[in-house]
């Protein structure tokens, strides 16, 4: 049997390698340079740096099936975020009490003592076995559900929307509650943590598996069929199975599919200090996201996991301002933005780079049902990613189980 799978992202390597293992003759297609897909690193002098903000959840039970996740080197971030308001410099902690007591009396008074109490109560609502559980049922769009967990309207500006606002990279956060429901059994039964080499390195430990696979960079596929893909310049190969593991953009166009697809856009911009601005591995959280000239969504600083000479500074920015991440403008307005959240040194802080992302995230239906958003197979050829399930690493691999599942190929466990 011969499959020709579109796409090198980690949907494509996982489905070269499941294949390969079981006796395909396998070629992957690439359209950029190199593989990896949204899940890249670059280099920005002598640091390894994320394209766009990423972590690993441990509790996302598919990863522990495709990888050696000891080979990874995970550093995990504090189990708490920090909410910053900049304008008057003001930090407060939101935490899970369950696995990290000591943040329990900052969380109750950083959110009050019944909108702690309500987060506790979906904490405790959450699976540890089956993360997705939430799925199965109808769910509300997102504000809406917090609205009927009866979260306090500050909070909700304050936290929670920008914090799905991170998740989702969206704004206007429109995503279902099924989805934030995972989200949070992810977070409260496992850790967020942080590759040493950085996120690309989940990926290139699928691509190191592959022994025969063909595989062709810098190669465009111009349309597909049941049988066949046609690549740019004309040629035709044919196989017996046809598998587009591209984003959802990609994927619709070359299906044909005319339906709206909404861009969710990421920017990072990296600066290199000598003393980090903060000294516990947690998220920076922006409560006045969104409010006047305030663009920063989130601060992070990698280098508290994995230790290095000097420390990164990385400030996310979503929607369509992470189009200006290349001009010298925006870039020192990020930084006047910097100086508000940390003071003066701030000033001192060199831009090494910025990253950007288009199409960052799939964007979906905020009523959907089910754990898979898409159906598998379109005219006899078969789609994976994590727009056919939910946009996680872990519905990027369930995506490629079913794929496996549906042509009775076995999950190639590691050895």
Same mark, same amino acid.
């Given at each position: 049997?011969?499959? $020709? !799978?579109?796409?090198?992202? /980690?949907?494509?390597?996982?489905?070269?390698?499941?294949?390969?293992?079981?006796?395909?003759?396998?070629?992957?297609?690439?359209?950029?340079?190199?593989?990896?897909?949204?899940?890249?690193?670059?280099?920005?002098?002598?640091? *390894?740096?994320?394209?766009?903000?990423?972590?690993?959840?441990?509790?996302?039970?598919?990863?522990?099936?495709? /990888?050696?996740?000891?080979?990874? =080197?995970?550093?995990?971030?504090?189990?708490?975020?920090?909410? !910053?308001?900049?304008?008057?410099?003001?930090?407060?902690?939101?935490?899970?009490?369950?696995?990290?007591?000591?943040?329990?009396?900052?969380? $109750?008074?950083?959110?009050?003592? +019944?909108?702690?109490?309500?987060?506790?109560? +979906?904490?405790?609502? *959450?699976?540890?076995?089956?993360?997705?559980?939430?799925?199965?049922?109808?769910?509300?769009?997102?504000?809406?559900?917090?609205?009927?967990?009866?979260?306090?309207?500050?909070?909700?500006?304050?936290? /929670?929307?920008?914090?799905?606002?991170?998740?989702?990279?969206?704004?206007?956060?429109?995503?279902?509650?099924?989805?934030?429901?995972?989200?949070?059994?992810?977070?409260?039964?496992?850790?967020?943590?942080?590759?040493?080499?950085?996120?690309?390195?989940?990926?290139? =430990?699928?691509?190191?598996?592959?022994?025969?696979?063909? $595989?062709?960079?810098?190669?465009?596929?111009?349309?597909?069929?049941?049988?066949?893909? =046609?690549?740019?310049?004309?040629?035709?190969?044919?196989?017996?199975?046809?598998?587009?593991?591209?984003?959802?953009?990609?994927?619709?166009?070359?299906?044909?599919?005319? &339906?709206?697809?909404?861009?969710?856009?990421?920017?990072?911009?990296?600066?290199?200090?000598? #003393?980090?601005?903060?000294?516990?591995?947690?998220?920076?959280?922006?409560?006045?996201?969104? =409010?006047?000239?305030?663009?920063? /969504?989130?601060?992070?600083?990698?280098?508290?996991?994995?230790? &290095?000479?000097?420390?990164?500074?990385?400030?996310?920015?979503?929607?369509?301002?992470?189009?200006?991440?290349?001009?010298?403008?925006?870039?020192?307005? $990020?930084?006047?933005?910097?100086? #508000? +959240?940390?003071?003066?040194?701030?000033?001192?802080?060199?831009?090494?780079?910025?990253?950007?992302?288009?199409?960052?995230?799939?964007?979906?239906? *905020? *009523?959907?049902?089910?754990?898979?958003?898409?159906?598998?197979?379109?005219?006899?050829?078969?789609? !994976?990613?994590?727009?056919?399930?939910?946009?996680?690493?872990?519905?990027?691999?369930?995506?490629?189980?079913?794929?496996?599942?549906?042509?009775?190929?076995?999950?190639?466990?590691?050895?």
């Amino acid at each position: 049997m011969k499959a $020709i !799978i579109v796409g090198a992202g /980690l949907a494509g390597c996982a489905a070269a390698w499941a294949f390969e293992r079981h006796g395909y003759d396998c070629t992957l297609i690439e359209a950029s340079e190199k593989a990896g897909g949204r899940m890249r690193c670059t280099t920005m002098g002598s640091h *390894t740096v994320d394209v766009g903000f990423h972590v690993l959840h441990t509790a996302y039970p598919s990863l522990h099936r495709w /990888l050696d996740v000891d080979q990874l =080197q995970l550093k995990s971030m504090d189990a708490a975020t920090d909410l !910053i308001a900049p304008s008057t410099g003001t930090i407060k902690t939101i935490g899970d009490p369950l696995r990290a007591p000591s943040t329990l009396f900052p969380t $109750i008074f950083s959110a009050g003592i +019944w909108n702690a109490l309500r987060m506790l109560r +979906w904490r405790l609502k *959450t699976r540890k076995h089956d993360l997705e559980a939430a799925m199965d049922a109808s769910s509300l769009p997102l504000d809406t559900y917090f609205d009927s967990m009866r979260f306090s309207k500050s909070f909700q500006s304050s936290f /929670l929307q920008p914090l799905f606002a991170g998740i989702t990279l969206d704004s206007e956060r429109k995503e279902r509650s099924a989805f934030a429901s995972f989200t949070f059994s992810a977070m409260s039964h496992g850790m967020m943590t942080m590759p040493k080499h950085g996120i690309e390195a989940v990926p290139t =430990q699928i691509l190191e598996r592959l022994t025969s696979t063909e $595989i062709l960079y810098n190669t465009k596929v111009t349309s597909v069929s049941k049988k066949s893909v =046609q690549l740019e310049g004309g040629t035709t190969k044919k196989a017996d199975i046809v598998v587009l593991a591209t984003p959802q953009h990609i994927t619709q166009a070359l299906l044909g599919d005319a &339906s709206h697809v909404r861009r969710k856009e990421t920017a990072t911009y990296v600066f290199e200090c000598k #003393n980090a601005p903060s000294q516990r591995a947690r998220l920076l959280l922006n409560t006045e996201y969104g =409010q006047g000239e305030q663009k920063i /969504l989130h601060v992070h600083v990698p280098t508290l996991l994995h230790a &290095s000479e000097a420390h990164l500074v990385v400030a996310t920015v979503i929607g369509e301002d992470a189009r200006l991440h290349d001009e010298d403008e925006e870039r020192k307005h $990020i930084q006047r933005e910097l100086v #508000n +959240w940390f003071g003066s040194t701030a000033n001192d802080w060199k831009l090494i780079g910025t990253t950007y992302v288009d199409y960052a995230l799939p964007s979906g239906s *905020t *009523t959907a049902v089910g754990r898979e958003r898409k159906p598998l197979v379109h005219d006899g050829i078969y789609c !994976i990613g994590d727009h056919t399930m939910h946009p996680s690493v872990h519905g990027t691999l369930r995506s490629v189980e079913r794929l496996l599942e549906h042509l009775e190929v076995p999950i190639p466990m590691k050895d």
